[in-house]
């Protein structure tokens, strides 16, 4: 009799376990972000224990079915839940959008007692730390009215790197500089960087390709109403190069892409 009930047990667990996999097949999706940088982000199915990692284009694959909950999370993104629905498995390739996390500072606050106003007593309580200041002296205070009493008048029109009250500006500045580590204009030279990354990210892929990503084939057969047969007639005629790309690929302008397609369409069914 307890042998009957242990294989009874058995079958009942066997069954359970076999019904939680039937129904999941495979899922096939795309994390999309403002930025470009999508790859090793983790999708986890909640449902039924089982994950992905995504690769450099942010692409996954994972067992799923509809209900089921996906879980996706990075270090530069905020977390995000999906519950799958039975439409998304009617899609090539779902596209999960993830939103860059914004890291705020903590609040400074300046109390009545941080400063007392009084210059002597305040310079002293500063810190300065940096191969840039190691020549200047926060503490001495010179006054100009005893240079003038005690030196000759000095002549502006010559070229001098100290101004008139003995603060060397130009070593305050390199030292400012040095210990924030800016060099020229970093900012303009970071966007540089990362719009070339991307000109090339772009480049790496055909225009139907990065068509294909955005927009499933439904959109072309009944938004555009061009026929699945002519869809790669209508991608050689309304193909645009990289520059001309690249600013419609921008999420932002995910609208004025859409408006381009449409004349396109009207423009390639007048032919």
């Keep these: ?83 799958l629905t ?24 300046i109390t009545p007692y941080t400063l007392t106003g009084i210059l002597e007593v305040d310079t002293k309580r500063i810190q300065v730390y940096g191969d840039g200041f190691s020549k200047i002296d926060a503490k001495v205070v ?15 029109a010559l070229s001098n790197n100290l101004a008139q009250t003995g603060v060397n500006f130009m070593l305050i500045g390199k030292g400012i500089a040095n210990l924030l580590g800016i060099k020229g204009n970093s900012k303009a030279n970071s966007e540089r960087v990362f719009e070339q990354r991307r000109i090339r990210y772009i480049q790496s892929k055909s225009f139907s390709e990065h068509m294909h990503e955005r927009f499933s084939n439904n959109f072309f057969t009944e938004t555009l109403k061009i026929k699945n047969e002519s869809i790669p007639m209508f ?15 921008k999420s932002e302008n995910e609208l004025k892409l859409i408006e381009y397609l ?6 390639f069914k007048l032919q």
């Design 1 to 83: 009799m307890r042998k009957s009930y242990i294989i009874l047990l058995l079958i009942c667990i066997s069954q359970t376990i076999f019904g939680q996999e039937i129904g999941r097949k495979i899922l096939r999706g795309r994390i999309v972000a403002d930025s470009i940088e999508v790859e090793n982000l983790t999708v986890y199915n909640i449902s039924s224990n089982i994950g992905a990692i995504t690769d450099l284009d942010g692409k996954f694959s994972i067992n799923a079915r509809a209900t089921d909950t996906l879980y996706i999370q990075g270090l530069s993104y905020d977390s995000k839940k999906y519950v």
């Design 86 to 109: 039975d439409k998304d498995f009617w899609l090539p390739v779902l596209e999960i959008k993830l939103k860059v996390r914004i890291t705020e500072l903590n609040e400074v606050i």
């Design 142 to 156: 010179k006054n100009y009215e005893d240079d003038v009493r005690t030196k000759a008048p000095l002549n502006i």
């Design 235 to 249: 991608m050689s005629f309304a193909e645009l190069n990289v520059y001309e790309l690249s600013p419609l690929l």
């Design 262 to 267: 449409v004349i396109k369409a009207k423009e």
